[in-house]
């Protein structure tokens, strides 16, 4: 057993684990934060991305361990502080850039983190950026335009 210490979404978790624990499967099986979703199980879908040190990373590629003493942000740290959506999450929304849902919480967490490095991205950097996340509904048009929404654009014509 691994003793890992981690700060999710603003709070300090403690807990012994096997060592061979996946962080998506630490955060949802041990810390019940399903919102973080496992797709493919292969690193390619772009389901399970979260933020570890301000990073964005495929938590199904990454042991817990290997996250003790990080800081860790999940779809479920996303949303304001009275609990309402957060400018991503409401741009997905107001823009309709989901469809099922499933991919949703990989696209605003990879997303965010593109906002945050390029605040005001292009269309083509949005697309290049989301590459590694996997949208089988949607077509990526709205998954754009939410983006864009997000950074305080519009969509060029």
Same mark, same amino acid.
């Given at each position: ?13 403690? /807990?012994?684990?096997?060592? %061979? ?10 810390? @019940? ?5 496992? #797709?493919?199980?292969?690193? $390619?879908?772009?389901? =399970?991305?979260? @933020?570890?040190?301000?990073? /964005? ?7 817990? *361990? &290997? ?8 779809? &479920? #740290? ?5 609990? +309402?959506? #957060? ?7 107001? @823009? @309709?850039?989901? $469809? ?9 967490? +990879? /997303? ?12 083509? $950097?949005? %697309? ?8 089988? =509904?949607? #077509? ?6 939410? *983006?864009?929404? /997000?950074?305080? $654009?519009?969509?060029?014509?």
């Amino acid at each position: 057993m691994a003793h890992v210490s981690i700060a999710v979404n603003g709070q300090t978790r403690t /807990a012994d684990i096997d060592p %061979r624990t996946l962080l998506v499967d630490f955060l949802r099986d041990t810390l @019940h934060l399903t919102g973080t979703h496992v #797709g493919c199980d292969t690193s $390619q879908c772009g389901t =399970c991305v979260v @933020h570890v040190n301000g990073m /964005a990373v495929k938590s199904c590629a990454m042991f817990t *361990v &290997e996250a003790d003493g990080a800081v860790v942000d999940t779809i &479920e #740290g996303a949303a304001r502080v009275d609990g +309402s959506l #957060g400018v991503i999450q409401q741009a997905f929304q107001d @823009h @309709h850039g989901l $469809q099922c849902g499933f991919c949703t919480p990989g696209m605003v967490m +990879s /997303a965010a983190a593109l906002l945050k490095d390029i605040p005001k991205p292009t269309a083509a $950097q949005v %697309r290049t950026h989301l590459d590694g996340n996997i949208c089988r =509904c949607t #077509g990526y048009q709205n998954i754009i335009k939410a *983006v864009m929404a /997000a950074s305080g $654009q519009d969509m060029p014509a």
